[in-house]
Structure formats: C-alpha cells, structure tokens
C-alpha cells in the first residue's frame, strides 16, 4: 500500500509540474486595461512591436556629402506609460561624393570609394501627442539614442563609428477589430533624425512599418 | 480495495499529465498559415560590386514555394540585365590640353550582359495584421543561398551569393487567395577573382574579397 501510495504522490506531482506550463493567457477582452486598445483619453498601448525602417541622408563621414542608407529591423518594449525602449539593427550603406576636378579639360581618374557595414543602435522613445480612437489613432514621439556602426571601406579598411542621435517620429496607427488577428496593431511612420558623429552632424529621413503583438 | 483504488488514482493522474504537456512551438491558431504550395512572379532589381566596382540591373523572377505553418520553402531563379562602368586609363600621363603633370587621362568603358541566378531560400512569418478575415497585412524575414553566373561581353563571373532580408505582402485569405508583396535583402557575394569560391574568365578585376549588395523585388504570387 505504501507503494501505491507512494507511486500516486509521484504521479501528482509530475502532474503539477506539466500543468504549470506557464501563465494561462486570457482572452483578449479579459485582460487588464493596460493591454487593451485605448480610448482616445487614454495613453498609448502598451505592447510589443515589430517592425522594419528604410532612412536616407547625409553623414559628414570621411568626406564632406557622404549618403547613408540604411534598412534595417526595429523592435519596441514598453517601460513605462508612454515611454518604450527601441532596439535597431541596421544594414548600412554609405555613397561618396567625391568632388571633381575643377579642369573640365583634364580627366583625372576618379577614385570609386564605397563602405557598407552593420549598425546597432538602443534608443528611448516618448509619445509627445497622441489621439485617436479604437479604430485608428495619431502620434508624435520624440526620441533619443545612441548606436555604433561597423563599417567596412575599401579605401580605410574597417572602422567603427559611433553616434548618437535625436528626433521626431510621426506616424498612424490602426487597430483591428478582429479578435483571432495576430497583430492588433498595425504602425506607419516616417521620422526625421538628426545624427552626431565624431566629424560633425548629419540628417536623416526614413520610413517604417511596424506590427504590435 | 484500498491498494486497487490508489492503483487507479496513479494510472489516471500519469494519463492526465500526458494530455496536459505543452502545445508544439508552431501550433499558433492567431496565424493564417502560408499556402501549402504557391508560385510566384516578379520584378527584382539588384546592386553589387564586381571587382570593387558597381554593378547593377534590373529583370524577372519566377518562385515555387512550399509553406508549412509559419515557415515557406522556395527555390527561385532570375533573368536580369547586368552593367557596369569602367574608367580605364588611356595611355601614359600627357601634357596639353590642360592636362598637368602626373594626371592620368582615362574613359568611361561599359560593360553590360546578362545576370542569371538560382537559389533556394526560407521565410517565416513574423506579424501579420488582419482587420478581418478577409485579407491581411504580413511581415517576414527572409534568407537565401544561390548562384550568381554574369554573362558579360568580357567577363564571365560565376560566384556563390548569401541573402538576409525581410519583406511585407497584402495577401488574401479566401478565393482568389493570391498576394502582393514587397522583398528586401542584403545580398553577400564574394569579389576577389582569386577566391575558391569565384570562378572568373576573361577581364577579372582585382577588388574587395567580398561585396554588400541587395536585391529589391515586387512579385504577385498565388
């Protein structure tokens, strides 16, 4: 008898441990109000986001024009009401613009210089406006952060170029009304960067689609 | 009875924390799921460097593609044109017309043909919004390994290429399901016509052991 008990008190117990799998996620109109899609007085959503940005501009790198372009994947965390914490990864292209001679006469063999590279980047972002309703909603976000590129050029070799950067995101956001949707929301946004490297501040602009869980 | 009860309690707990493991990782029911089979048709543009110089053009693809969940299979191949250009030095350094000491004179030369690339690639599904259940809006990452082969007048360049990227399509969940979708990859080939990797004949450029290139593609798929 000891046995059998002994064997059930196992069994139980290994059923406690399965059972306990995780936490039981409720259904989407059970949960908390901070998880809902907000009203129009209500501060933003507090969700998840996943996304990608395409940003074009001018970084005073090596010489004075030098084109960035860059795509890359972003993804955004809740801290605190209004305030999340993004994470950035870049593919990087940077276009020289080397000046010509300035003796049409003469054709001096131009130099084709080309750097491409990775960029990470961390940055906090704040809703500055928002409003909208359960549909569809408007926002302003300031941002600020910082990132490091690797950056390989076949004149320099690799070089490492860290930055810091600010500026302004504008965009909409749409909710679905679906409840089996995967994504409830669904971000579009262009924003406009002012960019600080170690010869000098560049701009830049770009757009992004971003789907929140 | 006591040690036949307890016998049962013991088979029917072990048969409960059988039924109560966990569901697999990709039995997400939130996800309309990619199609079973599909073949797709595009454009795609590409950029990359030959020899550390610029290439680039612009032709179709063709895809079939496997799905399986969140995960699609596809092998793809593309016919595109392919150009680039040279400045290629003319003779020694010359005086007159302007020309100082130590100048280089040279000309602009094109090289243009034909690029033809295979591959065989994945994707997975990472969000997918839907406002209804009629059609969505879907993000994915991407990645692929094929075959480069330039057929230029001067230069034939067969090389591996390297593919990470993420694309968005508008695709469609009831008949016709079809979708419209957009590619985006960073492309990763290697240059330097000394590698094992690169078979070079004909005007072989020495430059950079390995290029960052893309490839931009819109293709309609069903």
Known sequence: MVKHLSLALVALASLASLGDAGPVTPPFDERDDDLAVTEA??????F???GFQFASGELPIGSAHTLALSLGLTIEHPVWPKLRVVGEYDALWLVHRPTRDADATSMVLPPDRHTSGHRAGLAVR?????????????????????????????FAGPQLVPAVFT??????????????????????AMLLRAIAVSSGVGLALGVGLHWGN | MVAFTVRRLAILATVLATTAAPAGADEDPDYHEFPCRALALGIQGHGTRIGGQSESGVGAT??????RERWQYFVESSLATAG?????????????????????VAHEVEHAGLLIRGGLGLRWLARQFTPNGYFGMELYLTSHVGVQRYQLADLQLTRPELALGLGVQFRGYRRPRGALGLDIRVLYTPSDPDSALVACSGDCMSGATSGTGFLLGSTLSW
Do not use: H, I, K
């Not at chain 1, 007085?41 to 507090?46: F, I, R, V, Y």
């Not at chain 2, 063709?62 to 799905?67: I, K, P, Q, T």
């Open chain 1, 41 to 46: 007085d209500d501060d933003s959503p507090a």
């Open chain 1, 48 to 50: 998840n986001m996943l």
């Open chain 1, 126 to 154: 704040r809703e500055l406006f928002g409003r909208g309703n359960s549909s569809a909603r408007s926002f302003l976000d300031g941002e600020l952060g910082a990132s490091l590129a690797l950056a390989t050029d076949n």
């Open chain 1, 167 to 188: 500026g302004l995101r504008a965009g909409f956001d749409f909710y679905s009304p679906d409840d089996d949707s995967a994504s409830r929301t669904l971000e579009v």
């Open chain 2, 62 to 67: 063709v895809e079939y593609a496997l799905g």
């Open chain 2, 84 to 104: 680039f250009t040279r400045w290629v030095p003319s003779g020694d350094a010359m005086f007159g017309s302007g020309g100082l000491a130590g100048d280089v």
